[in-house]
């Protein structure tokens, strides 16, 4: 061999060499995520795929947690539990628990989904979070009549709110978290101020004996007189000086466009015919809010929304300077109201031209259409949807059960153990359900987040400047969500 | 030693004539050799991905339905450049911002190396380090702190401001720097001035190379500081400068750190920031429209390559190469 030769042999031999070092695979190992992992980890932790095993070999079933709650780290050995509890009641299918910050649960999912990696079952998961991936959940009806799954525990109506047209029954009910108004006792009582009332449709009964119909003009007066600032004038007074606010009087807090619009009337962007469309009721709740935000100064505004005297553990409510606000039960929660120095109370959502309505929150589990073992999947869901089971898990999520029998022993037991010092009434909660938005606020819009992306753009717009031409603001957004929506044919 | 032969140019660069001697022949095998692992390394990991993502932008792909991926031939391209007001309404975002920005940038960092290049400045080692100690600091954390810095209710700045020069810019009625779209290009200019180093380094680097006798000629002929600055030095270091005009281009191109850290990337204040690189990364990573976002980066590629060709072609007329031959 010449010289020539060894010179071609030995290059060929270092590109190789260095092609193979550049393509080489990551030798990751399986890990599963236990208490106490590091999400991060455990956003990457599970490559094996769920193929069928090999005779004797139990199915490997993936439980991915983000989406909703779970990704907490209290919940972690709580949830681990539960699924060790599954693995040692039978051996035909290994439950492995994947839980994922929710900040980065929406990537790492979509990527595992088109990766071909899907996991087989996620949840808890809402709404949002279920539109958020439309065409990747399994029709679980065909699960479900060949099993002869017992629906008489649940609400017809929540059986439906999981029935998507074109898609099938994508979720089987689990938890609920119906909305109400949260009031500050304290507030009320420095301010000389009847409460609002508890029960659906009842007047407000003002400090005076008067009676008034408990709608969004009483709200917003009440709301107008806990409306301090540092002076000591409310918003109706002359010397009001509002760029002094000390205290606020009512707020829609953590929720976005359609959860405001809502407060006012059920609705949705959506029109029958598919185009897009504010509803009437909307734009009136936008319209009060963003009289509220800039010219009634009852609402904490865009640059009220970093002020230090409104950051509470949980918000501006639990800050104890927001006199009330319309939030979900997810938020009675020791992790937002146990450190409360005020005492608060439940009332009833007011009525808008007469009609009432209380968004509802709904989380449930869903598998994906990537699933390899469907069938093994279903019956890790049923085992977590059991009257046995499902009462674990929403003692660690904090969510009232779907299943009507388990309603009030939980609500019972769930107030008496998270605030024994408060005299909670949860007569509010089990009434509100009775006034869930319908179409649900979060329900389904063409190219889902980048709607919600654009009204969010429209909302923060609101909430940071004064003077705006509103309706020339809503039907900019019109047509921008137009745009959306035919780009997503 | 170049071996430069004949006048033609590509882009101002000599063109060299093919090789006819073995001994050239023999160089040029081992330069290929030498750039051959770079080459697999190019072609697998930018050249491929490349290809693909051409291929992307002429499907219907999105991230949580993969098996519904559909060939739509030009859709994509017909509703960036037709349907969807926001690809234009970004890059002329982006191109506002760099308006500001870009000068800005290079003026101040042609400024501080020319002060870090003085003889009447003490400390210099110490200071070019201060200076060049911001870029050793991860982006996404000196982000934050600034967020923190110029937050309009705690962040120093405003407190300075009010509490020593009486200005009212901490509160409701302060200075929002963060949420006004009136600010926010100037505040971000302002935090890429912290990390003005890099090209300070480069141009100071440049600085050092000016000779000392085209300086010294100068005073002996009378000129004063500016008239050496103008005429000797910045002409001088005007291939530095026009480096750090194409490394600044492409990098605005893809400006997306700042935004997305501060604002999560949904263009707040009002859409200001919502830069091209930002939509693509919302249409590609936030809304999972992959094929759509693929086409965003084609049209990023594209405008960034036809910026770059319009400044190399105005190279010629204020970049001065002194050992060119032209």
Same mark, same amino acid.
Request: charged content about 15%; overall charge negative; aromatic content about 14%.
């Given at each position: 061999?010449?010289?020539?030769?060894?010179?071609?042999?030995?290059?060929?031999?270092?590109?190789?060499?260095?092609?193979?070092?550049?393509?080489?695979?990551?030798?990751?190992?399986?890990?599963?995520?236990?208490?106490?992992?590091?999400?991060?980890?455990?956003?990457?932790?599970?490559?094996?795929?769920?193929?069928?095993?090999?005779?004797?070999?139990?199915?490997?079933?993936?439980?991915?947690?983000?989406?909703?709650?779970?990704?907490?780290?209290?919940?972690?050995?709580?949830?681990?539990?539960?699924?060790?509890?599954?693995?040692?009641?039978?051996?035909?299918?290994?439950?492995?628990?994947?839980?994922?910050?929710?900040?980065?649960?929406?990537?790492?999912?979509?990527?595992?989904?088109?990766?071909?990696?899907?996991?087989?079952?996620?949840?808890?998961?809402?709404?949002?979070?279920?539109?958020?991936?439309?065409?990747?959940?399994?029709?679980?009806?065909?699960?479900?009549?060949?099993?002869?799954?017992?629906?008489?525990?649940?609400?017809?109506?929540?059986?439906?709110?999981?029935n998507v047209q074109e898609e099938g029954q994508l979720g089987i009910p689990f938890a609920i978290f119906p909305s109400f108004v949260l009031y500050n006792k304290d507030l009320f009582d420095e301010a000389g101020l009847a409460y609002p009332p508890h029960e659906f449709g009842a007047p407000y009964i003002d400090a005076d004996g008067n009676s008034r119909d408990w709608n969004m003009d009483t709200l917003r007066e009440l709301a107008m007189q806990l409306t301090v600032d540092r002076n000591?004038?409310?918003?109706?007074?002359?010397?009001?000086?509002?760029?002094?606010?000390?205290?606020?009087?009512?707020?829609?807090?953590?929720?976005?466009?359609?959860?405001?619009?809502?407060?006012?009337?059920?609705?949705?962007?959506?029109?029958?015919?598919?185009?897009?469309?504010?509803?009437?009721?909307?734009?009136?709740?936008?319209?009060?809010?963003?009289d509220g935000w800039w010219t009634d100064w009852f609402i904490p505004n865009g640059p009220y929304g970093g002020a230090e005297f409104l950051q509470g553990p949980g918000g501006p409510f639990s800050s104890g300077n927001l006199g009330m606000m319309h939030n979900h039960l997810w938020y009675v929660a020791p992790w937002a109201l146990g450190d409360a120095n005020f005492s608060w109370d439940l009332a009833a959502t007011p009525n808008y031209n007469g009609e009432i309505t209380s968004k509802m929150h709904a989380d449930t589990f869903g598998i994906l259409r990537g699933s390899r073992n469907s069938e093994a999947a279903f019956k890790v869901l049923t085992y977590l949807l059991s009257p046995e089971v499902a009462p674990q898990l929403l003692d660690i999520y904090g969510g009232m059960p779907a299943r009507i029998s388990l309603q009030e022993p939980w609500l019972n037991n769930y107030f008496e153990t998270n605030f024994p010092a408060q005299n909670i009434d949860k007569q509010v909660v089990i009434d509100a359900m009775a006034y869930a938005d319908n179409p649900n606020h979060e329900s389904y819009m063409p190219s889902f987040l980048e709607t919600t992306d654009r009204y969010n753009e429209f909302w923060n717009r609101l909430a940071n400047e004064p003077g705006l031409n509103f309706d020339a603001e809503v039907a900019t957004l019109k047509n921008a969500l137009q745009a959306i929506f035919t780009a997503a044919r | 030693m170049t071996t430069a032969i004949g006048r033609k140019t590509i882009l101002g660069f000599p063109r060299q004539r093919k090789p006819n001697s073995s001994l050239l022949r023999y160089r040029q095998k081992w330069g290929w050799i030498f750039i051959t692992p770079w080459l697999i390394g190019f072609s697998l990991f930018y050249f491929l991905p490349m290809v693909a993502s051409f291929g992307f932008s002429l499907v219907s792909f999105n991230l949580a339905t993969p098996d519904q991926i559909e060939f739509v031939g030009a859709d994509n391209w017909r509703r960036a450049f037709v349907d969807d007001p926001e690809v234009l309404a970004s890059f002329i975002k982006t191109f506002r911002f760099s308006a500001i920005t870009l000068p800005a940038g290079m003026i101040f960092a042609i400024f501080v190396a020319l002060l870090m290049n003085s003889k009447h400045v003490h400390g210099k080692i110490f200071m070019r380090t201060l200076f060049y100690a911001p870029v050793m600091i991860p982006g996404v954390a000196a982000t934050l702190i600034w967020s923190g810095v110029l937050n309009e209710q705690t962040g120093w700045v405003n407190m300075l401001l009010q509490n020593i020069f009486g200005i009212q810019a901490v509160g409701v009625e302060g200075i929002r720097w963060l949420q006004n779209p009136q600010l926010i290009y100037y505040t971000y200019t302002l935090m890429g001035f912290w990390g003005v180093g890099n090209a300070m380094i480069i141009i100071l680097a440049g600085l050092q190379g000016v000779p000392t006798e085209l300086y010294e000629a100068a005073e002996i002929d009378g000129a004063n500081y500016w008239q050496r600055l103008f005429k000797i030095t910045l002409p001088m270091i005007s291939p530095v400068i026009f480096y750090n005009l194409i490394i600044g281009v492409i990098g605005l191109?893809? /400006?997306?750190?700042?935004?997305?850290?501060? !604002?999560? @990337?949904? $263009?707040?204040?009002?859409?200001?920031?919502? %830069?091209?690189?930002?939509?693509? /990364?919302?249409?590609?990573?936030?809304?999972? !429209?992959? @094929?759509? $976002?693929?086409?965003?980066?084609?049209?990023? %590629?594209?405008?960034?390559?036809?910026?770059?060709?319009?400044?190399?072609?105005?190279?010629?007329?204020?970049?001065?190469?002194?050992?060119?031959?032209?």
């Open positions: 061999m010449n010289k020539s030769r060894y010179f071609w042999l030995i290059s060929l031999l270092v590109i190789v060499a260095l092609a193979l070092v550049a393509c080489g695979g990551e030798t990751t190992e399986t890990t599963e995520t236990t208490t106490g992992t590091d999400t991060t980890a455990a956003t990457v932790a599970p490559a094996a795929p769920t193929t069928a095993p090999a005779t004797g070999a139990p199915v490997r079933i993936r439980w991915f947690v983000g989406l909703g709650a779970g990704s907490d780290e209290p919940t972690f050995a709580p949830q681990q539990a539960v699924v060790d509890q599954f693995n040692a009641s039978q051996n035909e299918i290994e439950l492995v628990l994947e839980i994922v910050a929710n900040d980065t649960a929406y990537d790492a999912l979509a990527t595992q989904i088109a990766g071909g990696n899907a996991p087989d079952i996620v949840g808890p998961v809402g709404i949002r979070g279920r539109d958020s991936f439309k065409g990747a959940w399994l029709d679980l009806q065909p699960f479900m009549d060949a099993n002869n799954y017992d629906l008489s525990d649940f609400d017809p109506a929540m059986v439906d709110f999981y000591g004038n409310d918003a109706f007074d002359a010397d009001f000086d509002p760029t002094n606010i000390v205290q606020f009087g009512f707020m829609n807090q953590w929720t976005d466009p359609r959860g405001v619009g809502t407060f006012f009337g059920s609705g949705s962007l959506v029109a029958d015919d598919g185009s897009a469309q504010i509803p009437t009721a909307w734009e009136a709740a936008w319209r009060w809010t963003y | 191109m893809q /400006y997306f750190l700042v935004p997305y850290v501060l !604002n999560g @990337g949904d $263009g707040s204040p009002q859409g200001a920031t919502r %830069f091209i690189a930002v939509w693509f /990364y919302k249409q590609s990573f936030a809304f999972f !429209n992959m @094929g759509y $976002g693929a086409t965003i980066a084609w049209m990023i %590629f594209l405008v960034g390559i036809a910026l770059t060709i319009a400044l190399f072609g105005s190279a010629r007329y204020w970049v001065y190469y002194s050992g060119s031959e032209d």
